[in-house]
């Protein structure tokens, strides 16, 4: 293991703010699988190999904690939901909440999404007439959200999703601007992101008293996350605050990170077209021009690969820290109590030992014969153990609906000039959007 100190990584800090992942990714190509920054106070270790990732996230993991600036700093918009949890209050809330994500109900997944897919693609039909260019970012986070709100809630959000779309933006905006400067100004000075932040939280409120209020029990269909919610809060198990915090919660990790996904994966197919042709092959083969369901879904398993190789290499979750509770020795090396301690699925998911020319779109890395043959914790888009993402089978699903769904009418082609930079936010997000030309096929 090297250890990096203060003064060596001073140079280093523009890189750092800016380019966190491409300074993580150089550290873990010049020193190993460990790197220890010594900054004084801050003892923080670089662990990028999948056997001590395993030991943290998983085998350990009640030893490790989410005390981080980026959970500190997510928790001034989420407060105390499953995202920034921790401990028995987390362990209490992710029992409650895991049943809405049962398999069982993602089985209708499949209308939500094509009803939410159609009505973008008729906004599609109109702009492709007109050969606009479209920010398919943004189309991706409408949908997204739309998504979630039909799926979760119950809700239909379309009216309030562009609204909705640009608080979360602007909130995290914040929480990225807080996590990288060490002084700022109090949240009560009026300056303008300050100001900026505060209205987009009190947006998000908002939506989710709307929320609240529009909810009505229903006596039949199947029981939202939403019913759940406020069934628990009238039994006494959450507060207001409790179900407040798992909805917005839920509205901001639930949206941006698929949509973010999916637009790589529109990225990635206008700049690989023989992997395109293949996949819309796949499509027309499997489906015939009909919409995708639920049962289409084993069949249509080069989209799934298609998906799983964005999620590798623009994993919109780059970064992954946790607080050592007590000392503990991970592979040979001493951790001490209070540590921090830096994952980064960006930098893992092109660890050298395991993944080959690692820069490389090649779907059918996750073949079934290939994908058996990596560690499972040298693949970690949805995190692993028992803080693995509760979401991740809904959004595999939702991407391999929306995926299929578009490429049955539209391919897309990159509209910008020069590569599109991702851009380290709280996630991987594309520099400017991603303006797109839509081609009917
Ligand atoms: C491609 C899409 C997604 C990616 C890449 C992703 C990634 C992640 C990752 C890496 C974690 C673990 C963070 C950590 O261990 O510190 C996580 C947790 C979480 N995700 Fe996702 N996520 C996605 C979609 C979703 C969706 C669709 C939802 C909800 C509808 C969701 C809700 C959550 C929640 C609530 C947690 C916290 C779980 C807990 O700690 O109990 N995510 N996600």
Known sequence: MITLKGYQ????????????PGFL??????????VHFDVGVTQAFFINH??????????????????TIQYRTLALITGQGLLTADGEPWLQHRRLIQPAFARSRLVSLDDVVMG???????????????????????EMLEIALEVVGLALFGLDLSREAPQLVRAVLTALDYVIYRAQNLVVPPLSWPTPRNRAFKRALFELDQAVEAILTSHQVRDEGEETLLDLLVRAEQAGQLTRQHVRDELVTMIVAGHETVATALTWTWYLLAHHPEVESA???????VLGGRPPGREDLPKLTFTAQVFAEALRLYPPAWLITRRARGADTISGYEIPAGALIIISPYVLHRHPAFWEDAEAFRPERFDERQARAYPRFAY????????????????LVEAQLILSRVLQRYR???????????????????????PMRLIPR
């Not at 990584?9 to 966190?20: A, G, K, Q, V």
Request: glycine fraction near 8%; include cysteine.
């Open 9 to 20: 990584l001073f140079p280093h800090l523009p890189r750092i703010r800016t380019d966190t």
């Open 25 to 34: 990714l150089e550290c873990a190509q010049r020193y190993g699988d460990w």
């Open 50 to 67: 999948p056997d001590a990732v395993r030991q943290v996230l998983q085998e350990n993991n009640r030893n490790y904690t989410k005390d």
């Open 116 to 138: 939410v897919v159609d009505r973008m693609l008729v906004r599609w039909d109109a702009w492709a007439k007109q050969n606009q260019i479209v920010d398919v970012d943004h």
């Open 279 to 285: 996949l819309i092959t796949e499509i027309d083969t």
């Open 380 to 395: 970690i888009p949805f995190g692993g153990g028992p803080r693995l993402c509760i979401g991740n089978q809904f959004a």
């Open 412 to 434: 897309l082609a990159i509209a910008g000039a020069g590569p599109v930079r991702a851009e380290p936010l709280v996630t991987l997000r594309p520099r400017g959007g991603m």
